[in-house]
């Protein structure tokens, strides 16, 4: 039985639940069992809560499908909770000593939907210190690894969701972006993750009015339960005011309609952004190889140079994320003793927050202004914009973060991360799918940038191709059968 259900796509086993044909009780048993296989070759979930409450819980969810039916598509799900976000009664660290006690006195706005929808919060999923780069290690919890090389790095900084999902440790899992982290790890782990436009998920923060990088979005194994995910994730919320208005109905409906026909559809691939991006050799065959599929299914695949000043877009992403990081850290600045708590990363960019000025702030926010037009302009000609999800395959694991790519030197803990930048500074969606595997066996991925509030136009361009793909379920990690 938990064999049968582990190979069930979120979809099918929502549909098994809802139809009675297995219990949320089996489902928790199957997913708590594959979790005591798995998760200590790995560290993909944290803080996972004892297993006589989980199987207690889901008892209840059973009573509660016989009296009223399912509460809604995660019902009897075991969901793990990215540990950036507040999970009411689970410890909230960050990943940080600075909150290493910290338990949370309240759910996000996504957690409290995903109850709502019927899931069963079974613990944390691992993160790097408050997300910080694209490696997904703490001085809380330790490294998470790779499933398919446990040597090498799950990415970040939804290293912890992408491995336990990959691994169906999970049947889905929420994630968030701010420098790649749906897109990086995602193609580490051979899975999907997308980055929604912002407003799409909706989240409490201290300025309401005031725009962030990052976002939260959700990460599976097919597009269909990404979408699936989306539309309990997404939609207006009134204590978010910038939320984007349009029901997340829509995302269900998706999932539920046919493929859709690719043809004549135009993607823009900027590969190396003309070699400004220093690639691991065979990066850029391997994505080059999933655009031929694209090509199969009758898109069309034009390479495309950029007028635009391309090494700007970090440069003027560091000022912002900076001052992003610099809001959200700045009560610990006037903690006693909570500042010599922090880890580099989170030293690095209060220091270069601290640099700032009004000038390089507006400077900044008046470039991403630029760019996003600039982008928006693109998406005249083509209906996504394609680049490599990443600039190296899954690195060692013991290493903080990759400091040379094909002989250039890596000036910043972040730089070799420089390929999600684009997309992020654009804050269009963007849809990270898997594009294949290396010699060695080590899995890549493609990011596709859609246009603004185009998260549909991105998850037909994922469907169809994982139609004639099938990357994640044709390529499990073979060290972990189930």
């Given at each position: 039985m938990s064999s049968n259900l582990l190979s069930l796509d979120a979809t099918e086993l929502a549909r098994a639940i809802a139809a009675r044909k297995v219990s949320c009780r089996e489902v928790m048993t199957a997913f708590l069992d594959r979790i005591e296989r798995c998760n200590a070759g790995v560290n993909a979930i944290v803080a996972l809560r004892p297993r006589e409450e989980l199987e207690a819980q889901a008892a209840e969810a059973d009573a509660e499908m016989a009296r009223s039916g399912p509460r809604g598509w995660m019902h009897g799900f075991p969901i793990a909770v990215k540990d950036l976000d507040p999970v009411r009664g689970l410890p909230w660290t960050e990943g940080s000593l600075a909150h290493r006690d910290r338990v949370a006195g309240a759910d996000s706005i996504q957690v409290e939907r995903m109850r709502a929808s019927g899931a069963i919060i079974i613990g944390k999923t691992n993160t790097p210190e408050f997300g910080l780069g694209s490696h997904t290690y703490n001085r809380v919890y330790g490294v998470t690894r790779n499933p398919y090389d446990t040597t090498r790095s799950a990415g970040g900084s939804s290293g912890g969701a992408a491995a336990a999902v990959a691994l169906r440790m999970l049947p889905v899992a929420d994630g968030s972006d701010h420098a790649g982290s749906l897109r990086n790890p995602t193609a580490f782990n051979n899975v999907f993750g997308l980055r929604p436009s912002y407003g799409r998920v909706p989240a409490l923060q201290a300025d309401v009015f005031g725009s962030t990088l990052g976002v939260a979005g959700p990460i599976a194994r097919n597009p269909r339960d990404l979408a699936r995910l989306l539309a309990v994730q997404a939609g207006p919320d009134p204590r978010a005011p910038l939320s984007v208005r349009q029901s997340a109905a829509v995302f269900a409906d998706h999932a539920d309609a046919p493929s859709p026909s690719l043809r004549g559809r135009r993607i823009g691939w900027l590969g190396s952004l003309d070699g400004h991006l220093p690639m691991e050799p065979g990066i850029i065959e391997v994505c080059e190889q999933a655009l031929s599929v694209y090509e199969g299914l009758g898109c069309v695949v034009e390479p495309l140079v950029l007028d635009f000043p391309v090494e700007a877009i970090f440069e003027q992403w560091l000022v912002l994320r900076a001052w992003t990081i610099y809001r959200q850290l700045r009560p610990l600045l006037d903690a006693p003793g909570k500042r010599a708590?922090?880890?580099?990363?989170?030293?690095?960019?209060?220091?270069?927050?601290?640099?700032?000025?009004?000038?390089?702030?507006?400077?900044?926010?008046?470039?991403?202004?630029?760019?996003?037009?600039?982008?928006?302009?693109?998406?005249?000609?083509?209906?996504?914009?394609?680049?490599?999800?990443?600039?190296?395959?899954?690195?060692?694991?013991?290493?903080?973060?990759?400091?040379?790519?094909?002989?250039?030197?890596?000036?910043?803990?972040?730089?070799?991360?420089?390929v999600v930048i684009p997309g992020t500074m654009s804050g269009c969606p963007v849809i990270g799918l898997p594009a294949g595997f290396d010699a060695r066996g080590l899995p890549m991925g493609l990011q596709l940038i859609g246009p603004m509030h185009g998260e549909l136009r991105c998850l037909d361009m994922a469907r169809a191709y994982d139609d004639a793909t099938s990357w994640a379920e044709r390529r499990p990690p073979p060290a972990f059968p189930f």
């Open positions: 708590l922090l880890g580099e990363q989170a030293q690095w960019e209060l220091d270069n927050a601290l640099r700032l000025t009004p000038d390089k702030i507006a400077e900044a926010e008046a470039f991403r202004t630029r760019w996003f037009h600039f982008v928006a302009g693109l998406h005249q000609r083509y209906d996504v914009l394609a680049l490599p999800s990443a600039q190296v395959f899954p690195f060692d694991a013991n290493l903080g973060w990759p400091t040379e790519i094909a002989g250039r030197t890596m000036d910043t803990y972040h730089r070799w991360m420089e």
